[in-house]
């Protein structure tokens, strides 16, 4: 019953920036973490960014630290993900992940996941 929807994705150029949004659908976020992982064409997926259920903790992968930035709003059970200085190699779909019990940067321990969203980056 518990669906996670992403939105936000599209095309944009180099050093442009974004705004992904995931939204709970059928319950809210009360008491979960969540992160943000992507995929690009035949590789596999990693983990970009984690916030904690307060808020108040965030985590980054070292390729995004500086560019993307994790956010929630409880109170509309939705997170985002700022994505500035877009570069080429950003290309991917981009996974929102949330977990009861887990906080971090690896992907096969989140438990439930979004359809995904398409970003990508021209050079």
């Known amino acids: 019953q518990q669906q996670l929807v992403e939105s936000g994705g599209g095309l944009v150029q180099a050093g442009g920036s974004l705004r992904l949004s995931c939204a709970a659908s059928?319950?809210?976020?009360?008491?979960?973490?969540t992160g943000w992982c992507r995929q690009a064409p035949g590789k596999e997926r990693e983990f970009v960014a984690a916030?904690?259920?307060?808020?108040?903790?965030?985590y980054y992968a070292d390729s995004v630290k500086g560019r993307f930035s994790i956010s929630r709003d409880n109170a509309k059970n939705t997170v985002y993900l700022q994505m500035n200085s877009l570069k080429p190699e950003d290309t991917a779909v981009y996974y929102c992940?949330?977990?009861?019990?887990?906080?971090?940067?690896?992907?096969?321990?989140?438990?439930?996941w979004g359809q995904g969203t398409q970003v990508t980056v021209s050079a």
């Open positions: 992940a949330a977990d009861r019990a887990y906080y971090g940067s690896s992907p096969e321990h989140y438990a439930y």
């Open positions: 059928g319950r809210t976020f009360s008491g979960y973490a």
């Open positions: 916030i904690s259920w307060s808020g108040d903790s965030t």
